[in-house]
């Protein structure tokens, strides 16, 4: 055995003793794996769309002026031999629907996919419909595959006279496996000879830690950061032609991201997530509700009998205000369990609590993005 043969052998067991190692050992409660916080290059998905009719409904379907349906339904009929005039055609049972498919870049001729279906007139519910053969074409133009089928339908619509029921959205469904692949993406996988890792988020820390982890389990200095959010990984030689097998090890391989301080509140539901790291400087806070209560009434004024006057109706307004006895309170935050019951200790709803995060903001007392969606 040469020495070069050696070195990929002792690379390869240094690889799984490493690899082993991750897996036996307890991990920290915040580790998480390479695959769950980034991509690899040469895995994803390709888009495919089509377009086509969906017929059979219970008179549900598209009505007389959506003109595009009745001239496809025409344009099919004289496919097969049947001369019509699109102007007496009546599509109440068809349905004229966008086809989209989601086609990993692995997929092989006579794979089959879940298709979705959804409608582009005016169709009521595609309840009890079937897809006729529609193309799937990808970005290209060219076709990838094709779909056919009965949906599942996961709502329902149902209307009377004078009322009305309807459960979640009656004019999508899906075909599951009802798409075939007809034509395969030209890729080879195993003739990369770098692979490019994407991070999901952008963080110096994240990544640098990937690209050391990578390294000490590849036992050689085989990947380098690119950016903030991409690693680059030169395939060690004894991987060449067979990516497979380093994928396996590389997407299992440990670590702990790290981020920058934020707290995401959501005004429309009153929603405020914060991270791990936000943390708030020793500051005293006051928060109370002012609240003011307007009723409005109305008096008669009635008068006496014989007395030749007008009964007359005067309005009546009463105001009320309740305003909150609130007193300071000391509010820090060194761990995010300490910043927790600081906040806790105000009494404060979450909406107020949005208001109170602004303030500190404003304030220079909370360390952290703060992110309004």
Known sequence: ??????????????????????????ATAEAVRIKDIASFSGVRDNQLVGYGLVVGLAGTGDKRDSTFTMSSMANMLENMGVSVDPRVLRPKNVAAVMVTVRMPVSAKPGSRLDVTVSSVGDATSLLGG????????GVDGKIYGLAQGSLAIGGYAATGAAASAQKNIPTVGMIPGGAIVERAIPYEFNSQDTLTVAMHGADFSTTNQVVDRINTVLGGTFARALDISTVELSIPPDFKGNIVPLMATLENVEIMPDSAARVVVDERTGTVVLGRDVRISRVAVAHGNLQVVVSEGADVSQPAPFSGGETVVTPRTDINTYEEQRNLNIVEGATLQEMVDGLNALGATPRDLISILRALKSAGALHATLEVI
């Open 1 to 26: 055995m040469d020495n070069r043969s050696s070195l990929h052998t002792v690379i390869r067991a240094m690889a799984t003793l490493l690899l082993a190692v991750g897996i036996f050992l307890p």
């Open 130 to 137: 079937v897809l006729l053969q529609t193309p799937l074409k």
